[in-house]
């Protein structure tokens, strides 16, 4: 009976072929900026392109997974009952650091709305617009199979360095389209790289102690959503979300609760149950 093979290097390959996947969708999208067609469209083709780590998953899926169901899979990342705890800090966290940047620009913003929407319907419609765009498409991919495939072999920490990286090197053509050059497009560079792998170890830190992937959802729908409501120049408010995210993040290495970023002897906390990973792999 045929056999399929399994993939070798799972998680290359998925950033790879959602890179592949990415581009020529996000080109899809400037090019209907450019034909000046509807809002809507442009919303609905960013959102379709933001899925390309889903749709690059869903491919692999059989290669990586032999046997396996992929409806199964996604199942069990939510299967886990979510802890009020968990869910709560996280959010007020994210509140607080939303507080301090929007003080922050109140004091020093000379506009006259430091917020950038005018109404609850423009509000209701900018935080489903976020979470269609960015967390339901990206996280099952990033979080849900990457983080944790790599969590196999290396500590989460380190994990989540690695996937940082990549899932912010995937932005790479979101750059060149903020109208930033010189000095200012590489102080945007460096501080989106700080803030995002900053957020992904505060996603893993959290992720890891509920294992449902609804929480590092939640997390990466607040760090978008609250940083695109205030009304300000966006390399500073870049700056100060990388700056508080990353103290976060440190506070988390530093505490490390219930082990859940490293421990003695690579023993962490995975699938909600104390494990010992193999980190010499």
Not at 3 to 30: D, H, M, Q, W, Y
Not at 51 to 65: D, H, V
Not at 171 to 194: A, N, Q, R, S
Request: glycine share 6%.
């Amino acid at each position: 009976m045929y056999r399929e093979k399994k993939l070798k290097k799972p998680v290359a390959s998925f950033i790879l072929l959602t890179n592949i996947i990415f581009l020529p969708l996000f080109c899809l999208v400037g090019a209907i900026t450019i034909l000046g067609l509807p809002k809507w469209i442009f919303d609905i083709m960013l959102c379709i392109s933001a899925w390309s780590s889903t749709f690059a998953f869903a491919i692999l899926f059989k290669k990586i997974y032999p046997g396996q169901s992929l409806i199964q899979f996604v199942k069990d990342k939510f299967k886990n009952k979510l802890k009020f705890s968990v869910i709560f800090i996280a959010i007020m966290i994210q509140a607080f650091i939303f507080l301090m940047i929007l003080f922050i620009v109140s004091n020093t913003s000379e506009v006259e709305s430091i917020l950038t929407v005018s109404s609850w319907g423009m509000l209701i419609y900018y935080f489903f617009n976020h979470l269609l765009s960015g967390p339901l498409g990206e996280e099952l991919g990033w979080r849900g199979f990457a983080q944790m495939e790599l969590q196999k072999k290396h500590s989460p920490l380190k994990a989540s360095i690695i996937i940082g990286f990549w899932w912010g090197m995937w932005h790479l053509p979101i750059w060149f389209t903020t109208g930033l050059v010189g000095i200012d497009l590489i102080k945007y560079i460096l501080l989106f790289m700080i803030a995002i792998m900053s957020t992904k170890i505060v996603m893993t830190a959290f992720h890891n102690l509920n294992q449902n992937l609804i929480v590092p959802i939640i997390i990466h729908q607040f760090f978008n959503f609250f940083m695109g409501l205030i009304n300000g120049k966006l390399i500073d408010l870049l700056m100060y979300n990388a700056i508080l995210y990353l103290v976060v993040a440190v506070l988390l290495i530093v505490i490390n609760p219930k082990n859940v970023l490293y421990g003695k002897e690579g023993e962490n906390v995975i699938h909600g149950e104390h494990s010992t990973i193999d980190t010499t792999k």
